[in-house]
């Protein structure tokens, strides 16, 4: 796929879902990675990379079907986007973030509110792993 065929799927995507659909959908694969990432860590590293998909053949200790592995994986997406959701609606509270909640994009690149951004995500995901203690 080509660059321009990217950006425009991306600008018909955000006309359609707006920017909070965009950081939605970004933040539930970003979330979804670093499951898969903390999975794959605790798998072999020889069966990982014999077969990085081995991640979803287990559950519980059981060998998963195919039906059970698509269902897994599905239920993790679902709850990956269910954090994401909450992720952009603390995103939004911040006064930094209104030009991008506006629809200004270029603000994307915007190295200070990057690190604004970067504290804040930290501050989220510590305030999970504090409530699943």
């Given at each position: 796929m080509k660059?321009?065929?990217?950006?425009?799927?991306?600008?018909e995507f955000m006309k359609i879902h707006g920017i909070e659909g965009f950081l939605i959908l970004y933040f539930s694969n970003?979330?979804?990675?670093l499951i898969l990432s903390e999975v794959?860590?605790?798998?072999?590293?020889a069966e990982v990379s014999?077969?990085?998909?081995?991640?979803?053949?287990?559950?519980?200790?059981?060998?998963?079907?195919?039906?059970?592995?698509h269902s897994y994986e599905k239920e993790i997406y679902k709850e990956c986007r269910k954090r994401a959701g909450e992720i952009v609606r603390e995103?939004?509270?911040?006064?930094?973030?209104?030009?991008?909640?506006?629809g200004n994009i270029a603000k994307l690149d915007d190295p200070a509110l990057e690190k604004i951004f970067e504290k804040k995500l930290h501050e989220i995901l510590e305030k999970w792993r504090e409530g699943s203690q």
């Amino acid at each position: 796929m080509k660059v321009e065929d990217i950006e425009k799927n991306i600008r018909e995507f955000m006309k359609i879902h707006g920017i909070e659909g965009f950081l939605i959908l970004y933040f539930s694969n970003y979330l979804m990675e670093l499951i898969l990432s903390e999975v794959k860590s605790k798998i072999p590293k020889a069966e990982v990379s014999e077969d990085p998909s081995i991640i979803f053949f287990y559950k519980d200790g059981e060998i998963q079907t195919l039906s059970g592995i698509h269902s897994y994986e599905k239920e993790i997406y679902k709850e990956c986007r269910k954090r994401a959701g909450e992720i952009v609606r603390e995103l939004k509270k911040e006064k930094q973030f209104e030009d991008l909640f506006r629809g200004n994009i270029a603000k994307l690149d915007d190295p200070a509110l990057e690190k604004i951004f970067e504290k804040k995500l930290h501050e989220i995901l510590e305030k999970w792993r504090e409530g699943s203690q």
